[in-house]
């Protein structure tokens, strides 16, 4: 039997994971999540120790998926959607930093678009449909997706950014593609973005569009989401019965809704720690059990987590068995106690980034960027007792992502990768917009 997926607002008939994939959100504005949690056996997760990183995708995917796409056609999806290594550096005893850095686009966000780009595109030819894509970004997904998708002629991207919180280099990876790539530059914050995207989608009127979303309100993204949790404690364990720490610099949420998935299936985890930089209403959240979002978020040096207020909040609030509705008001309150058993949340601020990559290079002669920096800066701070086993912190960009604050700070510049080389000479080509869903609206339905 396939798994089926239900709405976070429960007004929506249960649909299956090409339905979920296609939509994106739910017409009731809720966020799709799979009814029943699939699991692995801890023989299954032990057995991953001597397998590729696209071997171990495929096993979890299939876990999902199997009822939904041929064998065949998942492993060939797996196998090319990660082609390019996964590091697990040792930077001191049993502490590890997994750098999700080595995609084409140079950020974490790879490990979703290129698989979701393939699962889109396997359905869609199966239907005969055409789709366009809105996407909101604080700065990496919209180059992951654009990077992802380029190209593909059923499918057109159209990408959201805040004008003034990207880098320079994350708006070029964006806007030097053309082709089926539209990127727009809005006055306002990344949530704007965000919340342009979601009146879309459930504007009747913009029906004939088709548009999904690629961002990790879509539940195609948290699935390839789960993938590195499992990859890094199989290749990391050193005994039966031990448990992993994982540190995870967050901002939409959607990267440790992952990793509480890898959990559910049957993944060792002895604590997540949600690493947030000073948007912090999360942590705040989890140790008062009051929500306030963050309006406007703040803007920090980890920019792509200037968030304040995460969207798939909904989801981890469901995991623990309550309910919250799109505006951040919590409809049913969730299991505090064991969400604070299960989870340690920090707010870090733009000094104790610096702080971190300065001792860190300086110490480890470990070079971190802003986000890293803030999921290290947690591991560190963590209370005393959860981290004296195995330990592993996301590195969520390459750090020549982030050439000027790395520069300040430890005076060197990082190499650039291969994927980042020859930007700077690339045209660009993006519209600029106020922050006002009227004119948003006009924009798409020209042409
Ligand atoms: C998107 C992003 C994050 C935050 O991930 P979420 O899934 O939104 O929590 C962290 N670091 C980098 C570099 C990112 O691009």
């Not at 973005?193 to 309100?217: H, P, R, T």
């Not at 989890?286 to 920090?300: A, D, F, I, M, V």
């Not at 195995?390 to 700070?409: D, M, R, W």
Request: aromatic content about 10%.
């Amino acid at each position: 039997m396939a798994i089926k997926y239900y709405s976070t607002n429960n007004s929506t008939p249960l649909v299956s994971f090409k339905e979920a994939l296609i939509q994106g959100l739910a017409p009731d504005k809720g966020l799709f999540m799979p009814v029943e949690i699939p699991k692995l056996s801890l023989k299954e997760i032990f057995a991953m120790k001597e397998k590729k990183y696209w071997e171990i995708a495929f096993i979890v995917a299939k876990k999902f998926l199997q009822d939904e796409v041929p064998e065949e056609e998942l492993e060939r999806i797996c196998k090319e959607a990660y082609d390019f290594e996964v590091p697990l550096e040792k930077v001191y005893e049993k502490k590890y930093l997994m750098r999700l850095d080595r995609g084409p686009t140079a950020s974490f966000k790879d490990f979703a678009a290129r698989m979701m780009s393939r699962l889109m595109q396997f359905f869609l030819k199966q239907e005969g449909k055409s789709l366009t894509i809105l996407t909101a970004t604080s700065g990496d997904t919209g180059s992951a997706v654009a990077n992802a998708f380029f190209g593909l002629d059923n499918i057109k991207i159209v990408i959201l950014f805040p004008k003034e919180e990207v880098s320079e280099r994350q708006r070029k990876q964006m806007t030097t593609l053309g082709n089926n790539i539209r990127a727009i530059a809005v006055d306002g914050k990344f949530d704007d973005c965000q919340e342009l995207a979601k009146q879309a989608f459930v504007d009747k009127k913009l029906a004939k569009l088709s548009l999904s979303s690629a961002n990790s309100i879509n539940f195609g993204r948290l699935l390839p989401q789960t993938v590195y949790y499992f990859y890094a404690y199989s290749k990391l364990f050193e005994r039966k019965g031990e448990k992993a720490v994982f540190s995870v610099p967050s901002g939409n949420f959607g990267d440790i809704c992952g990793g509480l998935i890898a959990k559910n299936m049957g993944l060792p985890v002895k604590k997540f720690i949600i690493a947030t930089n000073e948007n912090n209403e999360f942590p705040k959240f989890l140790n008062t059990g009051k929500y306030e979002k963050l309006t406007p978020s703040r803007k920090c040096l980890s920019n792509a987590m200037n968030v304040g207020h995460p969207s798939n909040l909904v989801r981890l609030i469901a995991l623990y068995n309550g309910q919250m509705d799109e505006t951040g008001k919590i409809v049913k309150m969730p299991d505090m106690k064991k969400m604070n058993e299960e989870i340690f949340s920090i707010s870090v601020s733009d000094k104790e980034t610096r702080q971190t990559i300065r001792r860190t290079y300086n110490n480890y002669n470990t070079i971190l960027e802003p986000h890293g920096a803030v999921g290290w800066f947690a591991l560190q701070h963590a209370p005393e007792g959860v981290t004296t086993g195995l330990c592993i912190s996301f590195e969520t960009a390459h750090p020549a992502k982030f050439p000027e604050t790395i520069n300040q700070v430890i005076a060197i510049k990082p190499n650039l990768p291969k994927s980042l080389e020859g930007l700077e000479e690339k045209k660009e080509q993006f519209k600029e917009m106020a922050n006002d869903y009227a004119e948003f609206k006009q924009l798409l339905l020209k042409k």
